[in-house]
């Protein structure tokens, strides 16, 4: 048991020193902190913060429950309804997942939202995660919510790693907190000061943090590497190779004949702009995200770029996900 691995005093240590930050520097101003949250409204924040960054979610996630306040006036709108308060967002699965789960706990489970795990995890786009979250949150059930900071601040704490966490089971005895606190606690620790880059002389987890004695104190450690993919200098005036598709089932060819992305000329190397570009000559709206590589063709600059129809009604050659994999294979781009 991982129980007899750690000393007792680490243990108690850890959640009281943790407990000492949430209640100095906790996020509690976020609005899906309040007391008495509904599992509804804890499942619309956990969809909407997968992936988006937190101060981005709060305009939405206020504005999207002022519009449908239970999930019962969520289940009955249309796609086209439900995409003003969703759209900006991105990954737009997520959003078609949120009208097939309310619908489907309107209709299999009342309008009320299963006190059991295994059950929220059979609704589209519910995971082990946001599962947790849900039953910690909303029920105050004895649920660890593993999200990406939870595996870091105990793994790093505990093991020196995140990656070293095997078993999340075992962790639901190790702690003594209440998990509603302690996986909030969690969170803004690990938003806050154990992120990628880990703030290690600012956080007092460091005294006795395994990660800390064994890495942290190296020079250069959470160094943030610099992606390739940023869009500055010659790539504002590339040429942008949009590849488009309907949620990864149909991808769209700008030729008939055989397949090939939709060639935008420079000018048009902004999300914006892109959007632009096919609401004016095709009349489609896109989700556009953020360029995938940055290649040279010919000695020119060119961006490849993923979009993805959200309106409209295209009338272009549609080809399977072999035919663009083989196209980026016979190019050298990578795979999408």
């Known amino acids: 048991m991982i129980r007899m691995n750690f000393q007792k005093k680490k243990i108690e240590f850890f959640e009281r020193t943790l407990l000492d930050f949430f209640i100095k520097a906790g996020r509690e101003h976020l609005p899906w902190r309040k007391k008495r949250i509904t599992a509804y409204e804890v499942w619309v924040s956990e969809i909407m913060l997968q992936q988006t960054q937190v101060a981005r979610v709060i305009t939405y996630y206020n504005r999207f429950l002022q519009r449908f306040p239970t999930v019962e ?27 097939l789960t309310a619908r489907s706990v309107v209709a299999t489970y009342g309008g009320t939202f299963p006190r059991d795990k295994k059950l ?25 919510a593993w999200d990406t900071n939870l595996k870091r601040v105990i793994g790093r704490f505990f093991l020196g790693g995140k990656h070293l966490i095997t078993d999340e089971r075992e962790w639901e005895e190790v702690f003594h907190t209440e998990k509603k606190i302690l996986n909030a606690a969690l969170m803004d620790l690990g938003s806050a000061l154990c992120g990628a880059r880990p703030k290690c002389e600012a956080c007092s987890l460091r005294k006795q943090c395994r990660y800390y004695k064994e890495e942290g104190r190296q020079e ?86 993923n979009a993805q129809i959200l309106l409209g009604e295209p009338s272009f050659a549609v080809f399977s996900k072999k035919a663009l994999t083989e196209y980026n294979k016979e190019r050298g781009f990578y795979k999408l």
């Open 120 to 144: 929220l995890q059979t609704l589209p786009g519910i995971g082990p995660y946001t599962a947790a979250a849900i039953m910690s949150f909303a029920y105050g059930d004895n649920h660890l």
């Open 73 to 99: 006036v969520l289940a009955q709108v249309s796609w086209e309804e439900f995409l003003p308060y969703y759209e900006g967002l991105g990954y737009y699965t997520r959003g078609r997942n949120m009208l």
């Open 220 to 305: 250069g450690v959470g160094k943030k590497q610099v992606s390739g993919r940023a869009v500055v200098g010659q790539w504002q005036e590339a040429e942008v190779y949009v590849f488009l598709h309907e949620r990864h089932q149909k991808y769209y060819s700008s030729l008939k004949t055989r397949f090939q992305p939709f060639i935008l000329p420079a000018g048009y190397t902004t999300r914006a702009g892109i959007k632009q570009y096919f609401l004016e000559r095709y009349g489609l709206t896109l989700s556009v995200r953020p360029p995938h590589n940055k290649i040279h063709i010919e000695k020119n600059p060119v961006l490849l770029v």
